[in-house]
């Protein structure tokens, strides 16, 4: 089993990401890279998910000690064959966030079959990106609404209720 999940965004600019995920309502930072092998400075980006992350990763700065087909991959198209899906507090209000920057939409904010509310918009180097308040696989499922018990019938008068209750 995999002990962590630390997906990687090839983007054009570190800085610009950053911004733009900061500006949808999520906590990003810019980081400096200080790694073996890493480009004199260089910067990554981190956008914070509680005990996970994702890394905003500068396609122009791969390590020049990486392989041939790594460069290639990390130098690629972006934005192909991805969906990141965060969950906020609140996608009420993250909508109102991703507005306010203009955002792309993929798709409207809407309540989810599962309960909850999310929507869909394309960062700035094409990836689609999922902002829900509710995941549906890892939400239990919700309770059934149970009947209150009648209360019994009692015979000649009712009983006075006690003072301070």
């Known amino acids: 089993m995999a002990k962590g999940l630390w997906p990687v965004i090839n983007v054009d600019n570190v800085e610009k990401s950053v ?15 200080d790694m073996p092998g890493s480009p004199p400075g260089g910067k990554f980006g981190m956008i914070d ?9 500068n396609k122009h700065m791969v390590p020049p000690d990486q392989p041939e087909d790594t460069k290639a991959w990390v130098s690629g198209d972006l934005g192909k064959g ?16 991703a507005q306010k920057i203009r955002a792309e939409v993929d798709t409207p904010l809407e309540a989810q079959p599962w309960g909850g509310h999310g929507f869909n918009v394309v960062d700035p180097d094409g990836y689609v990106v999922n ?34 209750r």
């Open 82 to 97: 991805v969906l990141f899906t965060f969950g906020v507090p609140n996608a009420k209000n993250a909508w109102a966030k």
């Open 49 to 57: 998910g509680g005990d996970w992350g994702v890394i905003i990763w």
């Open 131 to 164: 902002i829900t308040d509710k995941f549906p696989a890892m939400s239990p499922p919700p309770k059934k609404a149970t009947a209150k018990p009648k209360a019994k019938a009692t015979k000649g008068k009712a009983k006075p209720k006690r003072k301070g």
């Open 19 to 33: 911004e733009w995920y900061n500006g949808v309502g999520l906590k990003a930072t810019v980081e400096d890279m």
